[in-house]
């Protein structure tokens, strides 16, 4: 086994990779998810920053910078895909910004909005990192490894070294030794929101907001996601947490659980 741990996306990244590859494939994985950090942090000079200083001028922009391209891309499909529950955009002190608001063209790289905006990229950053770390293991010929960054993001390469899929437990955030669900991952992502626990009150978190409302999101709960890209998994947990119904739970295949700290609402 060859391990890698770093500070990235504003969390601990750890690399765990296991069996045949190539030798520098933890060095490529983590260059993919120190290039994302780079490019879409908003807590230093970035090509997020300077877009964002743009939108929030009222003027538009030309994405010279491929890795946010990529995640703008990503962004366009996930918002659709969640019908809007998941907004990079939404932002108490500007009701009525979000996704919406904004005019992409990918194809000529090009966006800027009806109204002044800023961009936040979020937990979607942690899951668009791990996707792009996952790939680049999986171009060295990597079959088997585990990644996570911090303790709500994790994205697996193929099965577990021993066979079978990786075995991860999801606990109780209010109640320690007991756990809301027990799951087997094999080449997936899987991402957790919660509203309590693991920081939910440290001070410089960002509150959970409705995208249609702006309306802070206080209910005591947690939502998990599983699927095929990291990216699109945390955009569902979060998505989960402010939605109003549970429509987002009855997708065909799906792994989707979403609890109520009073008991459990649905798990699908």
Do not use: Y
């Amino acid at each position: 086994m060859h391990v890698e741990r770093f500070a990235a996306m504003g969390t601990r990244v750890e690399l765990h990779l296991f069996g045949t590859g190539d030798a520098d494939a933890l060095l490529w994985a983590r260059r993919a998810i120190e290039a994302v950090d780079d490019a879409l942090t908003i807590h230093r000079p970035s090509a997020t920053t300077a877009l964002n200083a743009r939108l929030l001028a009222g003027l538009p922009a030309f994405v010279d910078d491929r890795v946010l391209l990529d995640a703008l891309i990503e962004i366009d499909a996930v918002h659709a895909l969640t019908r809007g529950l998941f907004d990079p955009v939404a932002d108490v002190l500007r009701p009525g910004a979000g996704w919406g608001a904004v005019r992409f063209d990918p194809h000529n790289a090009r966006i800027e909005a009806s109204q002044p905006l800023a961009l936040d990229f979020g937990g979607f950053g942690k899951g668009f990192a791990l996707d792009r770390a996952g790939d680049a293991l999986r171009r060295a010929g990597v079959t088997s490894a585990f990644l996570c960054a911090g303790e709500s993001s994790i994205a697996v390469v193929g099965e577990h070294p021993l066979g079978g899929g990786w075995p991860v437990a999801i606990p109780h955030p209010l109640e320690p030794g007991r756990f809301l669900v027990e799951l087997e991952l094999r080449d997936e992502a899987l991402s957790i929101s919660s509203t309590v626990g693991g920081g939910g009150d440290a001070p410089d978190r960002a509150p959970m907001i409705r995208p249609s409302d702006c309306a802070l999101v206080t209910a005591a709960r947690t939502a998990i996601a599983v699927d095929h890209r990291g990216a699109l998994a945390e955009a569902v947990s979060t998505a989960l947490i402010v939605a109003a119904d549970t429509h987002l739970l009855d997708a065909p295949g799906a792994r989707r659980f979403l609890f109520s700290h009073a008991g459990m609402l649905v798990d699908a």
